[in-house]
């Protein structure tokens, strides 16, 4: 279970040699978190507007093959452990035309009071949306690799 985002590799993603250069994959990795939260129909404007951000707390990351320039990827997202202030994804990078594993990582995020810059509980209507995610649903932004 959990939420499908397809990414297209662009040779602004590449070194000279055509492989999506390692740090790209946690631009991806964002983008998939990100467009799970539209998903649950939070916007990242309206969460930084009411003074809350989402901040990458800790990252365990493995690459196993690369992506190479015109590859599309499906960006899976796992929500794995979710508290009052932080919650722990599971993303792996899938190229689609084989199903091969490119990347994997763990990703704990915390939410972070802006004006304080401290630690904060995540606003309880986004906390049930998570909550209601992890328990019940299926999502997919683009389902499936064509």
Do not use: W
Request: net charge negative.
């Amino acid at each position: 279970m959990g939420f499908t985002h397809r990414v297209r590799c662009y040779i602004e993603d590449t070194d000279m040699g055509g492989i999506v250069y390692y740090v790209n994959y946690l631009k991806f990795f964002e983008r998939g978190r990100t467009e799970l939260l539209r998903f649950l129909g939070v916007e990242q404007r309206d969460l930084c507007s009411a003074g809350f951000l989402f901040v990458v707390h800790s990252l365990e990351c493995r690459y196993a093959k690369p992506a190479q320039l015109d590859d599309e990827l499906e960006i899976h997202v796992v929500i794995t452990a979710l508290t009052r202030t932080s919650l722990t994804f599971e993303q792996r990078a899938v190229r689609c035309v084989d199903g091969a594993e490119l990347c994997s990582a763990k990703v704990r995020v915390a939410c972070v009071d802006y004006g304080q810059k401290r630690p904060c509980r995540i606003p309880s209507d986004i906390h049930t949306a998570f909550h209601n995610f992890i328990n019940d649903s299926v999502g997919s932004a683009d389902a499936g690799c064509v």
